[in-house]
């Protein structure tokens, strides 16, 4: 059985029952990064329609690395050490205010996703969320139990205040095509406040 991998972080705004914000001296507040973490729990579609859904903006793919490299042993994604990968990192923006929402590291087994969706994946700006939905794959996600994994690069200074990360993959017909590690940012808090 697998566990969800989700961490809470320290973020700035929280909100009561019933949508205000906190004030000093006021009842029990919800953190943003529970608000966070109960909304991502309900929602059944990707990431990419969660963060439009929520900030009202298209969301683009702004590509820090795409990289090929290889899998090393253990992995969570069952490949043989030394199969080819493609190792992503972006950063989810808003088209129309280049907001950051979303910090993610992916590793892709692009051998076994179908060749338009990885040329899509490594020519366009769309997130991997619009892909998916947009070339039809049926996909099922699983949450991932954390194992011990150096982080190849340091995290960007602006995901060091992240609200709330998870870790999951991406499944197309029983068999993981993605690993994925998403960090929510502050960037999202005042947008919570106003979903409660």
Known sequence: MMVPVEY????????????????PGSRPSRPAAT????ALAEFRGTATEFLEDLVREEIY?????QVETTAASPNRLSLEDGHPLTR???FLRGRRTSHA???AETLLVTSRLPWMTTR????SSDPIGRVIVEQGLTVARANLAPIP???ERPLPKDVLAFIYTREYQIEIGGLPVMEISEWFLPSLEDFLVRQI
């Open 101 to 103: 929402y979303l910090y």
């Open 88 to 90: 992503r990192v972006t």
């Open 120 to 123: 899509r994946l490594a020519t």
């Open 61 to 65: 793919a702004d590509k820090l690395v």
């Open 149 to 151: 994994r150096p982080l």
């Open 8 to 23: 809470l972080g320290a973020g700035r705004i929280t909100s009561q029952p019933g949508g205000r914000p906190s004030r």
């Open 35 to 38: 608000v966070l973490a109960d």
